[in-house]
């Protein structure tokens, strides 16, 4: 039980952080790459997101990839209504369904589908065959994000992916060392898993910047859907979880999943439709000798 609060807590303050990093790349998500090197205020998103990303490598100590990652909807939680008070707006009715929706949805999911631990590490050729299967993955929904007139979900797609499959790299490596020693360091699967932590963070990290170039609610709900249900995937192929449902359950699994498409569905309409306030325009000549007059 101890183990199990203190998971939860790093959790919160994953969310936290994640959600905070987020706005900032919301407000310079219409920059390029190169662009965003000058920002300052991109790279504290950036400290944001390693601090993230360290306390969540520490709470995969206290409990299961499959545990942790659902409660990533927290980040959704939190940016969400920070996102309007620093607009100095109200949340809109569209954005406190989506939340609702793809928060209990994905609550719903995550009480449902449980898993049993087994094996908590990827073998060499798992792991090989997890980042070659990724990369391609990831591949493809950005090339696909990148088309003229493409839905910015393809890039939060490839972001969650590219996150969660760090997150099962990351488990690897904690593992490994906390059961051989530091010694696990220096082999070449090691430093294999290591480095692709790195490639995949820093690309998870431009594609979901790019995702929020028309708003932050839908493609962060996307992301916080895809994270879980990857790591949920990475989980009941690679380290040995299973199932642990009954066709009851299934279907209601079903049921939470749908409502879940149903809040991203509200987030993406909420953006469409959330006013933007249009500069003022400067008074005339005119104008002003009549409100002289």
């Known amino acids: 039980m101890t183990d199990l609060i203190i ?6 303050a994953v969310a936290i952080a994640y959600a905070t990093a987020a706005l900032i790349q919301a407000r310079h998500a219409h920059l390029t790459v190169r662009e965003l090197a000058g920002v300052p205020a991109l790279w504290a998103a950036l400290g944001l997101n390693g601090l993230g990303a360290a306390l969540h490598v520490t709470s995969l100590g206290f409990g299961p990839l499959s545990l942790i990652q659902p409660l990533g909807v927290l980040t959704l939680v939190i940016a969400v209504p920070l996102a309007a008070l620093m607009a100095r707006r109200r949340v809109s009715r569209l954005e406190l369904s989506g939340v609702t929706s793809t928060v209990l949805g994905l609550t719903g999911l995550t009480v449902i589908i449980s898993t049993a631990s087994g094996t908590q590490t990827l073998a060499s050729a798992e792991l090989i065959g997890l980042l070659v299967a990724t990369a391609a993955l990831i591949t493809v929904l950005a090339l696909l994000g990148r088309r003229p007139g493409a839905s910015t979900l393809w890039e939060a797609v490839a972001g969650g992916a590219g996150y969660s499959v760090c997150s099962a790299l990351c488990q690897t490596v904690v593992v490994t060392v906390g059961t051989a020693g530091a010694t696990a360091l220096l082999r070449p699967i090691t430093i294999l ?12 990290t431009v594609l979901t910047q790019r995702s929020y170039r028309n708003g932050l609610g839908a493609p962060l709900a996307v992301t916080n859907l895809v994270n ?17 449902t009954t066709p009851v359950e299934v279907i209601a699994a079903a049921g939470c999943a749908l409502l879940s498409g149903f809040g991203v569905a509200q987030l993406a309409r909420a953006r469409n439709v959330s006013p933007v306030a249009a500069p003022p325009t400067p008074a ?10």
């Open 193 to 204: 898993a290591i480095l692709a932590i790195g490639v995949f963070a820093v690309t998870a």
């Open 7 to 12: 998971a939860i807590a790093l959790c919160v």
């Open 284 to 293: 005339t000549p005119r104008e002003d000798l009549r409100m002289c007059a």
């Open 228 to 244: 879980p249900a990857s790591a949920t995937t990475i989980g009941l192929v690679f380290l040995g979880e299973r199932l642990g």
